[in-house]
T-cell receptor, first 118, second 109 residues
Framework: GAVVSQHPSRVICKSGTSVKIECRSL??????MFWYRQFPKQSLMLMAT?????????EQGVEKDKFLINHASLTLSTLTVTSAHPEDSSFYIC??????????????FGPGTRLTVL | LAKTTQPVSMDSYEGQEVNITCSHN???????ITWYQQFPSQGPRFIIQ???TKVTNEVASLFIPADRKSSTLSLPRVSLSDTAVYYC??????????FGTGTKLQVIP
């Protein structure tokens, strides 16, 4: 299947700083990528839909000025957590669809990024 | 988006067949049913996807009745490495995918 990578796999930062997480589709072009957040022992919560060449669509309750999403190319989407605080500590996961898979609606997930804000 | 309901947890002994059911009473006509497996601190991994009837691949089978209001993931002869959380989100027409609570499967030696 298609491969999605994330970088970094884990990051520790100080409160008030910004952190950028990259999501790449390695062997396909993704016009749409998705960003999820997952707290311990909870399910994945969709944060936003990232569209190549246009603004991201944020889910209700997700601050767009705090979680900046940029989808500048068909293989790269970035999530920047601005002015991070300890409550932003979480597991961030991206996913992408491969438009080349006809008839299917499968998402390919990245390995996730563990963010710890001190 | 249609909501899915699954048992919170299940236990099974090694070597047994495990069936995990997902309810989706309000499934839309263009929704596919997809099952994912997630290990701690990893992204979800695709297991199987179907629209209706039965689908089988090398790791699992997916049974979907005619009314499509539920689906059952069948894992044959589970091993300890199958201990994970299993999700059954619905998706269709390139819309966003919403995950339910998932089922935590614990395989016991």
């Amino acid at each position: 299947g298609a491969v999605v990578s994330q970088h970094p796999s884990r990051v520790i930062c100080k409160s008030g700083t910004s952190v950028k997480i990259e999501c790449r589709s390695l062997d396909f072009q993704a016009t749409t990528m998705f960003w999820y957040r997952q707290f311990p022992k909870q399910s994945l919560m969709l944060m936003a839909t990232s569209n190549e060449g246009s603004k991201a669509t944020y889910e209700q309750g997700v601050e767009k000025d705090k979680f900046l999403i940029n989808h500048a190319s068909l293989t790269l989407s970035t999530l920047t957590v601005t002015s991070a605080h300890p409550e932003d500590s979480s597991f961030y996961i991206c996913s992408a669809r491969d438009p080349g898979l006809a008839g299917a609606d499968e998402q390919f997930f990245g390995p996730g990024t563990r963010l710890t804000v001190l | 988006l249609a909501k899915t309901t699954q048992p919170v947890s299940m236990d099974s002994y090694e070597g047994q067949e495990v069936n995990i059911t997902c309810s989706h009473n309000n499934i839309a006509t263009n929704d596919y049913i997809t099952w994912y497996q997630q290990f701690p601190s990893q992204g979800p991994r695709f297991i199987i996807q179907g629209y209706k009837t039965k689908v089988t691949n090398e790791v699992a089978s997916l049974f979907i009745p005619a009314d499509r209001k539920s689906s059952t993931l069948s894992l044959p002869r589970v091993s300890l490495s199958d201990t994970a959380v299993y999700y059954c989100p619905l998706s269709g027409g390139y819309q966003k995918v919403t995950f339910g609570t998932g089922t935590k499967l614990q395989v016991i030696p």
